[in-house]
């Protein structure tokens, strides 16, 4: 080998060597390059993954919420349901009540007439049944009809006592009574015992027994009865002031007289 030739090889091998540092120069700026990319892709990717975990985050809350608001929605859904419902019956009670005033002032209008019959109907009762108490019972009818004209007396009120007094004249039926009274016989006022048993009979009894008698309701008038009646009567008397205890007693009774 000559000195050119060993010259030429000499640079050759220089510019390879040149070459091979160069090219290795590149592939360590290429591989930073590399590192660097992947780096702030890392970095890019670590920021997207917290945005996307933020999203997820607020998107359950905001799921969590509607639940929530969804599950208030359903509770008013059924609270409306129930109000309509509710609202329904009262409009329903509003026309039934509206039906019952009217209802009422037409029973108003009734009732006034109906009460001043009942009254004229006792106070007949009265004059016809056997006269004992008369002058009470008498009074208790007054009363009901300068009741029935006063304006401060409610209809009510009104028709609630009169149904008391009937209910007094039914009890008569079934008590047994004695108090004193003043009658007239044969032209003579005479104090007298009286006994009212029921309306089975109404007796009297002179105070010294010396005179008993009953009334006649179909003469209207007194009767005076035979001596056999005189302890049957004296008797009851005594029951009815409970100085004897109840028992049996002979007293008259007049026949059923039956209604034309």
């Known amino acids: 080998m000559n000195k050119h030739q060993m010259k030429l090889g000499t640079m050759t091998l220089a510019i390879w060597l040149l070459s091979g540092i160069s090219a290795g120069e590149v592939a360590a700026q290429s591989l930073t390059d ?9 970095a890019d990717g670590a920021g997207s993954q917290m945005k996307i975990d933020q999203i997820s985050e607020e998107t359950h809350k905001l799921l969590s919420e509607f639940k929530i608001v969804m599950k208030v929605v359903d509770g008013l859904r059924v609270y409306n349901k129930q109000q309509r419902r509710l609202i329904k019956n009262q409009e329903r009670e509003l026309i039934e009540l509206d039906e019952s005033i ?3 002032t037409v029973i108003q209008r009734q009732i006034g007439p109906l009460i001043e019959r009942m009254i004229v109907n006792l106070e007949q009762f009265v004059e016809l049944d056997i006269p004992f108490l008369i002058t009470e019972r008498r009074e208790r009818v007054q009363f009901l009809k300068e009741t029935l004209d006063r304006a401060d007396v409610s209809i009510a009120e009104k028709f609630s006592q009169v149904l008391q007094a009937y209910q007094v004249e039914n009890t008569y039926g079934t008590t047994i009574e004695d108090y004193t009274d003043v009658i007239e016989l044969d032209g003579k006022s005479r104090q007298v015992d009286m006994l009212k048993w029921g309306r089975v009979a109404l007796v009297f009894q002179t105070p010294d027994a010396d005179i008993t008698g009953v009334w006649d309701n179909t003469t209207k008038q007194w009767v005076i009865l035979p001596d056999k009646f005189r302890i049957g009567v004296r008797n009851g008397l005594r029951i009815a002031r409970k100085t004897q ?15 034309e």
């Open 34 to 42: 590399v590192l660097d990319v992947r780096s702030a892709a890392t």
């Open 102 to 104: 009217n209802n009422v």
């Open 245 to 259: 205890t109840a028992d049996l007693v002979r007293l008259p009774v007049s026949a059923p007289v039956t209604a």
